[in-house]
């Protein structure tokens, strides 16, 4: 079977699944980088093979980025070729990584550092809703729903639907931004010259945005949806509560942000102090 035909079938097979956009280019590119290296028909790469590959290309790259590019040949050989090439592979432990995030200061500052309407209005909306940058593509102007208050997110990642609440603080910016997509006959909430906005688009707004905050850390959308969680939490809003708002199938996924609340570890109390207090009230 020829890298072409092979890398068709692949992609009927996640099509079918309904697997998302972005996982069919992943896994279409991983398959297509192995098959290259290791240039056979892909009915006679191996298990050695995958290991050549990953030893020769991925040994500097992250435990996840081995583990997506692991899965994805299971996938494509399990489903095409009946058989997987990936099971003698002992996968690598995921690097047990705190995600970047922004203080409340700090996401002031980049919202205010845009002087660009448009794009003041999608970070604001990436921050106050907790969105992924697929989801903030994928936003219509009738998911929107102002009477009360609120916005759906369609077949998330998870296939999940869900809620996300409007802030009154752009109620009147988005208002004017639905108009001016009405007026061009768009149904998606933001869009640009050539169409539908790309997440390369978003990224690039967001990191220019930054620089221009002065904020010296590593910003990318996904920061502020990090950042809407974490001062959820740190405002005292229940986990479970913040679970919904991210659409988190499990709880675990969002547990992760009760290590990174810097303010709420800020009020735990140093046992010295506790002791050195009790000293002092003794003495006195």
Known sequence: MKKEEFLKKLKIELKISKNSEHTIKNYIKANSDLIEFCKKQPEQINEQNVKEYIAENLSDKSSSTIILFLSAIKYAYSSILRRDITAGIKRPKREKKLPEVLTKDEVRKLISSCNNKKSKLMISLLYAAGLRVSELINLKINNLNFGEKIGQIKQAKGRKDRIFNIPSFIFSDLKKQIKKQKEKKQEYLFTGSKGKLTARNIQKIVKRAAKKAGINKDVHCHTLRHSFATHLLEDGIDIRKIQELLGHSN???????????????????SPLDTLMDQRTEKNE
């Open 251 to 269: 709880l675990s996924t969002t547990q992760i942000y009760t290590h990174i609340s810097r303010e709420e570890l800020k009020k735990i109390k």
